[in-house]
């Protein structure tokens, strides 16, 4: 029998996964999918909170994001891949959920009064989007999930489901798991190429897992360096500085990075030249992942083949949950 822990992660399918996503959380998944029994859900569901306008978007990106997951060696014999909305029984829960928690906690949650800050809704809240925390304490609780691997700006909505869980095994009687966050210790984000805090789409400032060679090298040698260095000769600032922060990330060479920093800092070593040596330890990282892509997307069917499968599994687990719910409610009539 199948006594490996449970993990349950996912991201919104609203555009293609970038280098951030690669060293926050995908390269992990790659790791944990030995070791525990993964589930990883594209999360169209919560993708339309705040883009219920915007249909396609979110349509057109679930192949993309499933074909990062694939490119980046998460690998669909040992991970279950599936799409949120094809698994209504994350609704249903959810509408049960939603008499667990009251409306002022959701408006208290950090993390939810973040992203209404950032989307600029004003008091035009989605009520859905509002209420996602609940929707994704159904995502984790459906699959019965031990740990949660997400970044720290997730935490507040994993403590969110723990409360939620506490409350229905106190309510109902002990049915469902309570899980844990997993949050990667060296889980910095990854700024963009730009230096700005955080890589992102609508800051145009991200390296894609899915850019070209040739992009990503037009995307290295534009990086944030330091502007006050302007000959070569010149001492140069490394803090703040996107192409030694890529390279402590990137490069398993410490020993070298630290000479290049030294040499940057006394002058003498220029901005195009240890860009380019950026751009060759980013390509060897890029490379295999493009391969990979390129494999699984030569045949676009054996993809949506793949999620309909992984889907088809997550619905059963699922289901299990739901049956135990509703016998616990007291809502099993036939
Ligand atoms: N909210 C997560 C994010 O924005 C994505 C997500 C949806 C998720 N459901 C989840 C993460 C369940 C972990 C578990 O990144």
Redesign the pocket.
Known sequence: MDSKKII?????PTGPLHIGHYVGSLKNRVALQHTYQQYV?I?DV?ALTDNAENPDKVRNNIEQVALDYLAVGIDPTLTTIFI?SCIPEIAELTIFYLNLVTVARLQRNPTVKDEIQQKGFGASIPAGFLC?PVS?AA??TAFQANL????QD?VP?IEQTIEIVRTFNRLYGNTLIEPQALVPQDAGRLPGIDGKAKMGKSLGNAIYLSDDADTVTKKIMSMYTDPGHIRVQDPGRIEGNMVFTYLDVFDPDKQKVAELKAHYQRGGLGDITVKRYLNDIMQVVLQPIRDRRAQYASSKGDVLALLKKGTHEARQKASLTMDAVRRAMKISYF
């Open positions: 349950l992660t996912g991201d919104r859900m999360a919560q949120q996602y994704q995502d984790i949660v691997p997400v970044g997730q909505v």
